[in-house]
Structures are given as structure tokens and as C-alpha cells.
């Protein structure tokens, strides 16, 4: 499984954009880069994952750089309730099964 | 929207004893996972199930540890003889096709205690 680094923490304040980087040196060709997030006491929850390509959807951006050896999930305009700790998570295997790192916790100030 | 369900939220047993933990899967799910955090620590896959039968399984899957689909909707997780270091959450998750390419939709949990 390939190794991640992220941040341990990171602050942002309300409404302002967040992004959040994660360093995947490591990942092979054919893995997908999946991230969740985990609000406190609750389990972990689907974020956004892609291959090459940036993607979006509505909770938020994923841009993968182009030798795929890092990627950054974006929150145009974190909220309170954005507050969790986010997961980066190369993942191989028609499986799909989540190999969980630390992550970043983020905290959003008002 | 659908959602993962699992029951019970709290169960605590004795060391030794068995337990059976619960979960509901989204109804037209194919894939299903068992994932447990430790109290302050990462969570950590367990198993996988797909064609009713183990996928892949983790190190902390030893011979303690099954799953089973007994009917349709439910996807079970038992614990033989219990010991205290399994003191943990447990999360299940179920995917429409597989994890690779598709979401996982974790359950609330099932909070385990040992004593």
C-alpha cells in the first residue's frame, strides 16, 4: 500500500477556502485516490477520490498533480460543520479497501 | 437517502464472552467491511466481503474474528472469546461496486467495551 504524509492539523477560518495538501510519493499507476473525512463520533464519510484528472462534486475539489505523486482536496468555503480529521487514501484493489492513515485534522474557526 | 444502520450502538461484555455485532447494508450493495478504531487511534480495516464469501482480510482478522450474511440485508461481524484490547468502534461499510471506484457509506458504529 502506498505510504501518505499529510499535515497533522490545520486551522482555516469560516467561509475562507481550505486546501489540503497530502504527499502519495509512493502510489502505484493504477491506484485511486480516494479522500473521507470523520466528524467527531461519527465514522468516517466519503469525500471526493479521482485517478488523473481534477474532479469535482459538491462537497468539494480534487486537484491531482500531474506526476500523481501528490494531490490537494479543496473546500471552496469551509463551514463549521467541515471540522474533521480528512484522510488521503491511495487505494488498489477492486476491493477498494481503505487503508487509514492519521490524516489532517482541520478546525474552523468562526 | 439510504444509509449504513448497525445495532447495537453500545455493548459491553465480559472478557471471553462472545459477541455478535450487526449491521444493515444499503440494499443494493454488493460489497461489505468491517473497519474498527481503537479509542484515539486510526482506523484500521478488517475485512472485506463480496459474493458471500471473505475477500481480503487484515491481520487483526485472526481466527476470533468471522463474518457472515445470514440473510439478505444483515452482515454480521463476531468476536469468539472477546479480550480487552478488542475495546474499540466498530464501523461497518457497504459499497455498490467495489471500493476502487465507488464510495464507501460507513455505519454510525457500534462502540464494543471489554471488561
Known amino acids: 500500500d502506498a505510504k501518505t504524509t499529510q499535515p497533522n492539523s490545520m486551522e482555516s477560518n469560516e467561509e475562507e477556502p481550505v486546501h489540503l495538501p497530502c504527499n502519495h510519493s509512493?502510489?502505484?499507476?493504477?491506484?485511486?485516490i480516494h479522500w473521507y473525512r470523520q466528524l467527531p463520533s461519527q465514522g468516517p464519510e466519503y469525500v471526493i477520490h479521482?485517478?488523473?484528472s481534477n474532479v469535482n462534486n459538491r462537497m468539494a475539489s480534487l486537484a491531482i498533480a500531474e506526476d500523481r505523486k501528490s494531490s490537494t482536496l479543496i473546500l471552496h468555503r469551509a463551514t463549521l460543520r467541515d471540522a474533521a480529521v480528512y484522510y488521503c487514501?491511495?487505494?488498489?484493489?477492486?476491493?477498494?479497501?481503505?487503508?487509514f492513515g492519521k490524516g489532517t485534522k482541520l478546525s474552523v474557526k468562526p | 437517502e439510504p444509509e449504513v444502520t448497525q445495532t447495537p450502538s453500545h455493548q459491553v461484555t465480559q472478557m471471553g464472552q462472545e459477541v455478535i455485532l450487526r449491521c444493515v447494508p444499503i440494499?443494493?450493495?454488493?460489497?461489505f467491511y468491517w473497519y474498527r478504531q481503537i479509542l484515539g487511534q486510526k482506523v484500521e480495516f478488517l475485512v472485506s466481503?463480496?459474493?458471500?464469501?471473505?475477500?481480503?482480510k487484515s491481520e487483526i482478522f485472526d481466527d476470533q474474528f468471522s463474518v457472515e450474511r445470514p440473510d439478505g440485508s444483515n452482515f454480521t461481524l463476531k468476536i469468539r472469546s472477546t479480550k480487552l484490547e478488542d475495546s474499540a468502534m466498530y464501523f461497518c461499510?457497504?459499497?455498490?461496486?467495489?471500493?476502487?471506484?465507488?464510495?464507501?457509506?460507513f455505519g454510525p458504529g457500534t462502540r464494543l467495551t471489554v471488561l
Open positions: 509512493t502510489i502505484s499507476g493504477t491506484d485511486y
Open positions: 440494499s443494493n450493495h454488493l460489497y
Open positions: 487514501i491511495p487505494v488498489r484493489g477492486s476491493q477498494g479497501n481503505l487503508i
Open positions: 466481503f463480496y459474493n458471500n464469501e471473505i475477500s481480503e
Open positions: 479521482g485517478l488523473t
Open positions: 461499510a457497504s459499497s455498490a461496486a467495489g471500493g476502487l471506484y465507488n464510495e464507501q457509506f
